[in-house]
């Protein structure tokens, strides 16, 4: 019997790319699937902690962690150069026949991408969430570090752009739709739907039952500004204590600190909030009827599942990327208004208005909503695998 093909599938951003490997993993049977802890310098803690949960192993035929890399007191070069050293022994050991990864901007799948390039095999970029990166100007001094990491190195301490799946052409994009292309000329681009919404389309129940529960999932803005900060937990605060019978969940955002929230929203004060963090999020948005967040991708899932989403603005200041853009969400832009925004999506007449409105979004947004994203997604991997 002929030895099983291995696919490897990157820990990078691992809380957004799970989902995605969840989804098409099954599709793999009579694959060998590895997941390889990166273990990023930069990343590792998150990356580390959302590991823990077992269910994430269980999905996996096999898992490898490679070794943290300690930072160097000389200069990140060195330690730069001593990871990239660990992973590539690490990628030989395992012998992959294609890499799944849902970045590759990040320094872990710029040196397996490389590698993948010099061993001639295909390196796949599921899109795992919104894909823009956090827009930056890179100057002469920085240029000069890129060529020279980059070119004689072979480091990728400087990256080119900001776009998840637009390093190189060479790789292979997955998105879910064209509305997400941002480089129509691109080769090796393929729009296949998101096979993390499989389930949640195909589940999806147009009868609703008011359970009294609201979740509000947060977002780490305090680099946009203390004072942006304080006006979106403003009036989250408005809406928990304006609503004593209705229960709030507080799902922190893994790269927040649950203790933020503990002290933001402490028990004596907020009988009717329940902060969480390692929770899934999809059970919990079964126990809910409305999910608030400052235009978060979780409200793209919510809104996917069926939860009607408030997205907060202050301001109507634009601070993420708006891809909801007023279409399928209730808009709030400064304090008074949250009450009123529960109340109209807590009601039937919205609710009606609301089913209407996500099948048209989505059925912009997305390739399909048919529930076959991941099969698509599995017969052009299994198709590279073959070539």
């Known amino acids: ?110 040196v397996m991408f490389s590698w993948s390039r010099k061993i001639g095999i295909p390196f796949v970029i599921l899109q795992p969430s919104f894909i823009e990166g956090v827009p930056s100007k890179y100057g002469l001094i920085e240029r000069v570090k890129y060529i020279i990491v980059n070119k004689i190195f072979g480091l990728p301490l400087y990256r080119k752009q900001n776009l998840y799946g637009n390093e190189s052409q060479k790789s292979y994009l997955f998105l879910w739709g064209r509305y997400f292309i941002q480089n129509p000329q691109r080769k090796n681009l393929f729009i296949l739907g998101n096979p993390a919404f499989d389930n949640l389309f195909r589940n999806f129940n147009a009868k609703r039952i008011i359970k009294n529960t609201i979740i509000i999932c947060t977002e780490n803005i305090e680099f946009l500004g203390i004072n942006y900060a304080d ?24 790269r927040e600190s649950k203790e933020k929230y503990e002290n933001l929203f402490p028990r004596d004060k907020f009988p009717n909030v329940t902060i969480v963090k390692d929770e899934n999020l999809y059970e919990l948005f079964i126990l809910c009827d409305v999910q608030i967040s400052v235009a978060s991708f979780s409200s793209f899932e919510a809104a996917a599942m069926g939860l009607p989403i408030i997205i907060v603005r202050p301001d109507n200041e634009i601070k993420f990327p708006d891809h909801f853009k007023e279409e399928i969400d209730i808009r709030v832009t400064k304090d008074g208004e949250i009450v009123n925004a529960i109340n109209l999506a807590l009601s039937d007449e919205y ?18 909503t048919d529930g076959q994203s991941a099969k698509r997604v599995a017969q052009i991997i299994k198709g590279l695998v073959s070539k």
Do not use: C
Request: charged letters at 25%.
């Open 231 to 254: 006006k979106v937990n403003r009036i989250y605060i408005e809406a928990i204590k304006s609503k004593p019978d209705i229960k709030f969940f507080i799902k922190v955002h893994p």
């Open 351 to 368: 609710w009606k208005h609301f089913i209407e409105r996500r099948e048209k979004y989505f059925g912009k947004l997305l390739h399909s």
């Open 1 to 110: 019997m002929a030895n099983k093909k291995t696919i490897l599938f990157s820990s990078s951003s691992l809380y957004l790319s799970f989902p995605q490997f969840k989804a098409i993993i099954s599709e793999f049977k009579d694959f060998k699937k590895v997941l390889l802890n990166v273990n990023e310098p930069t990343t590792s803690d998150i990356d580390n902690n959302y590991i823990k949960n077992k269910n994430i192993l269980q999905i996996f035929d096999n898992y490898i962690k490679l070794e943290p890399i300690k930072q160097s007191q000389l200069s990140r070069f060195i330690t730069y150069k001593n990871y990239k050293k660990s992973l590539t022994k690490y990628l030989y050991k395992i012998n992959p026949d294609l890499i799944v990864s849902g970045s590759d901007l990040s320094l872990s799948s710029r």
